[in-house]
Structures are given as structure tokens and as C-alpha cells.
């Protein structure tokens, strides 16, 4: 199984900046996509932004220009570079990726538990 666990979450005025690392952690072989997901109270759960193994990213249209997506392959790390924050960018951060252990097995899910933050006015 794989293990991903978040950093870097807590509370910014608005305006402000959070980076947000994951590191996956167990037995990998292939490890594509990475992304970050968030949940804000009361509200689904909604993909922010994802990047290949290629580096091809892609982002939600609420965060293009100030969010930014990226991945260390080799420390199997993806990082959310967060600028001019808003207090509708307040939520629960989670990190995802699909991996594969073997290569005769199938691919999976993996979830973190998720980093809170929190932008005031």
C-alpha cells in the first residue's frame, strides 16, 4: 500500500502565500497522476489542480495564475505553490494519486488526510 502525507497547510491573510508538499511513501512502481484536491465546509470536494509524470499540469478555473502545480519524480513529491490567496480558497487540502506496486497488478487510489487552510480577509 501507499502512504501520502501533507504539509505546509495553516492560516495566511488574504493576499498571502502556502506551499503545500506530499510525499507518497511504500512500495511504487509507477506513480501518475499526482494531484491536489480541496474540500471547503459544506461543500464537495473538488480538484484543484494535477500533474503527469510528464509534468503536463492542468488547473481548476479558480485558481489558473495563482496556484502552481509541480512534482520531484525521483522523491516521488508533489508541491501546490499557493499566491494571492482568497478567503474562498479556505478548505481542507488533499493530496491524490493513482500508483501501481507491480506490474501485474492493477492501479489504485491513494488519499492523504488532508492539510487545513485557512485565509482570513
Known amino acids: 500500500q501507499v502512504q501520502l502525507v501533507e504539509s505546509g497547510g495553516g492560516l495566511v491573510q488574504a493576499g498571502g502565500s502556502l506551499r503545500l508538499s506530499c510525499v507518497a511513501s511504500?512500495?511504487?512502481?509507477?506513480?501518475?497522476?499526482m494531484s491536489w484536491y480541496r474540500q471547503a465546509p459544506g461543500k464537495q470536494r473538488e480538484l484543484v489542480a494535477t500533474?503527469?509524470?510528464?509534468?503536463?499540469?492542468n488547473y481548476v478555473d479558480s485558481v489558473k495564475g495563482r496556484f502552481t502545480i509541480s512534482r520531484d519524480n525521483a522523491k516521488n513529491m508533489v508541491y501546490l505553490q499557493m499566491n494571492s490567496l482568497k478567503p474562498e480558497d479556505t478548505g481542507r487540502y488533499y493530496c491524490y494519486a493513482k500508483y501501481r506496486s507491480n506490474w501485474w497488478s492493477s492501479s489504485l487510489d491513494a488519499w492523504g488526510q488532508g492539510v487545513l487552510v485557512t485565509v482570513s480577509e
Open positions: 500533474c503527469n509524470d510528464g509534468g503536463t499540469t
Open positions: 511504500g512500495r511504487i512502481m509507477t506513480i501518475d497522476p
